[in-house]
């Protein structure tokens, strides 16, 4: 059974997106059933070429992303979500839909806070170092996420050990 993850940051335009790709990507590679998901709760409607560039640039096939609301998945018919994660300080200050878990219930939820890469200063080389810093971050805990046995773990045990992933 796929494990369902949702990435979100208010619009949706890079590290979230970073997130998604980064999770599909390794998870892919290691053979792990995990799909990522990324929304917002203000979507921007577009992707920060930046974040494009950083993922393709590491090999990640980026067609499909888009910019989307948070409101996708809370809809009936939406993935069945096991781990809701936050990835910047104001998505996780808002209040979030509810999002429906599979057979086990809400799902976890957890905040990895990352600097915006959008509002790096300096050069557009500046700027991509930025983001690609980011990314490997993102992968960093992504990686760590992906060695979890995430079809045994019930919710509490599986916020406690996201959370503790967080302190990385």
């Known amino acids: 059974m796929t494990t369902h993850v949702l990435i979100l940051c208010t619009h949706n ?11 599909n990507h390794l998870a892919g590679k290691l053979g792990k059933e995990v799909r990522a ?3 917002g709760s203000a979507p921007s409607g577009r992707i920060n070429p930046f ?17 989307k609301s948070w409101d996708e998945f809370s ?8 781990v809701v994660i936050t990835v910047c300080d104001s998505a996780a200050a ?11 219930g809400p799902p976890a939820k957890v905040h990895w806070g990352y600097t915006d890469p ?8 500046d700027k991509r170092r930025a983001f690609e810093l ?3 971050a993102i992968g960093y805990r992504m ?17 406690a050990a996201l959370a503790e992933i967080g302190k990385s």
């Open 13 to 23: 335009s890079a590290r979230s997106v970073l997130g998604e790709g980064m999770l």
């Open 37 to 39: 998901h990324s929304a």
């Open 51 to 67: 974040a494009i560039e950083a993922l393709d640039n590491a090999g990640i096939d980026t067609r499909g992303c888009r910019s």
């Open 75 to 82: 809809r009936d018919g939406a993935p069945p979500l096991a």
């Open 94 to 104: 808002e209040p979030c839909p509810v999002f429906f878990g599979g057979s086990g």
């Open 118 to 125: 959008s509002n790096a200063e300096g050069s557009e080389e």
């Open 134 to 136: 980011t990314r490997q």
């Open 143 to 159: 990686l760590q996420l992906l060695a979890l046995p995430l079809e045994t773990l019930d919710r509490k045990a599986l916020e």
